[in-house]
């Protein structure tokens, strides 16, 4: 085992864990200052979650091209290739920035509709998203700019990045959302202004951060040593852009087939009613932080294993495999257990309905079982973006949601009428077939094939 990579793994995945870990917390302090007003407001915001899912990851499937071209152009020492590269991702924000906010915001009044939420709820519920979706320009520059420091091996600016948003978010959910009040502080009554918006002053709330992220970001890109686009062309350049969309349309259309299956799946939970919906939503919620150490393992295991392919060094990748592996399964089963553990406590966090309570601590000890599994997907789909390799994940990905997830959730919540917990039985099924396949390919062998350099390279 390749012990000594250690340092190097940890070194790329902590700032990446922590940053996620920031943003866990801060979605779980959001979650609980709405839930403070009720089951229907915490369905109002978590209704079209999953709709934020497919947005967020049809974007970043974008950013995976810019990932494998960077991080193999540092691998290989082509710092100015990686620069242009850097470049062309400015215009891909622009563009793609421009498009999905027109897009999000058209189709806000009709969204809550699409997702079966209770007609009591759908007028707030598009109110929230329309605010959401507003500062798309500046999401769409945190995510891309984000992944091409990331692919340089610089994983703290968007862990500082993602921290400032993470705290104008929680001050300013805590003066938007409730009503002006007064707080005993240490015997002291201390009057605090508040705009009480309820869930709308959250929407405001995490608009304004995600601005100040968008332009806390670019500002970081365009003063960076290595990547930044500052001098560079901002033309579009066919050979850095063509073998960028080879690998981003591949992981564009996995990620947009499995969010789109993510909004039918919580389109199926929704109908099952409110408590339903509130559990799959504060569940949802909770489980995120137990997935923290898997994907910021992925990020270490997607740049070095684009390093290694840009030095075509085939032994460093099957020595990188098997330590992120290792580490990986260790990390999800200490994960996993606490999940198991502490599923009631975590659920009483975010609501004091006893049904919303049971009901989520089942599905989440059901889900807590499978995360070793899961993380073995994680880190072999991690090193297959760092190579560039995304047309196998999107078969797999795929095809086990809509196989799996949506067909077996439609049969049992549709056909049979059986709760969330069978919806969630399918997803941990979906979970499961992904570990196979993935298993599968990286005991034949087929990971460690170097793919051969484009004309461009």
């Not at 990620?255 to 993510?262: D, H, K, V, W």
């Not at 099952?272 to 992925?298: C, D, K, R, W």
């Not at 077939?433 to 390919?441: D, E, K, L, N, S």
Request: with cysteine; aromatic share 10%.
């Amino acid at each position: 085992m390749p012990w000594g990579l250690i340092p190097t793994v940890f070194a790329l995945a902590g700032p990446t864990m922590l940053e996620q870990l920031m943003q866990t917390a801060v979605q779980y302090i959001d979650t609980a200052m709405v839930g403070s007003l009720g089951t229907a407001a915490t369905a109002a915001v978590g209704a079209t979650t999953t709709v934020s899912w497919l947005i967020g990851s049809t974007v970043s499937s974008i950013g995976v091209g810019f990932l494998a071209l960077i991080s193999q152009a540092c691998g290989a020492g082509e710092y100015q290739k990686a620069k242009r590269a850097s470049s062309q991702a400015v215009l891909a924000v622009l563009f793609v920035g421009i498009l999905v906010t027109a897009l999000t915001l058209g189709l806000s009044p009709f969204i809550p509709a699409w997702m079966q939420v209770d007609p009591s709820i759908r007028s707030l519920s598009s109110q929230y998203f329309f605010i959401l979706y507003t500062p798309m320009l500046a999401r769409t520059a945190t995510i891309l700019f984000g992944t091409v420091l990331r692919a340089a091996g610089d994983t703290k600016t968007p862990m500082r990045v993602g921290i400032l948003v993470n705290l104008c978010n929680v001050v300013l959910n805590f003066f938007f959302i409730y009503p002006t009040r007064t707080v005993s502080v240490l015997s002291r009554e201390i009057l605090i202004p508040g705009a009480g918006m309820g869930v709308i002053g959250a929407a405001i709330a995490s608009a304004i951060a995600f601005f100040v992220g968008g332009v806390a970001i670019t500002v970081a890109l365009w003063r960076h040593p290595a990547v930044s686009p500052r001098g560079e062309s901002m033309r579009p350049d066919g050979e850095i852009l063509k073998p960028c969309l080879r690998v981003a349309f591949p992981n564009a259309l996995q990620r947009f087939g499995t969010s789109l299956g993510y909004v039918a799946f919580a389109a199926m939970v929704n109908s099952l009613g409110e408590i339903s919906t509130a559990a799959h939503t504060i569940a949802n919620t909770v489980e995120s932080a137990f997935y923290i150490p898997g994907y910021g393992m992925q990020t270490a295991a997607a740049t070095l294993a684009g390093n290694a392919c840009g030095e075509r060094n085939v032994q460093k990748l099957r020595d990188l495999s098997r330590l992120m592996l290792f580490l990986e399964v260790v990390l999800m089963l200490f994960s996993g257990g606490l999940l198991f553990l502490l599923a009631p406590h975590m659920m009483r966090i975010f609501s004091a309905d006893a049904e919303v309570i049971l009901l989520g601590s089942i599905v989440l000890r059901m889900v807590a079982v499978s995360e070793p599994f899961y993380g073995v997907s994680i880190i072999t789909e991690g090193m297959m973006m760092g190579m560039g390799k995304t047309v196998m994940p999107f078969v797999c990905n795929v095809t086990g949601m809509w196989v799996i997830r949506i067909v077996g959730t439609f049969i049992c919540t549709q056909l049979l009428h059986f709760g969330l917990i069978s919806a969630w039985a399918c997803m941990i099924a979906h979970n499961l077939m992904m570990f196979v396949m993935f298993t599968v390919y990286y005991r034949t062998g087929r990971l460690f094939v170097i793919p051969e350099k484009t004309k461009s390279e």
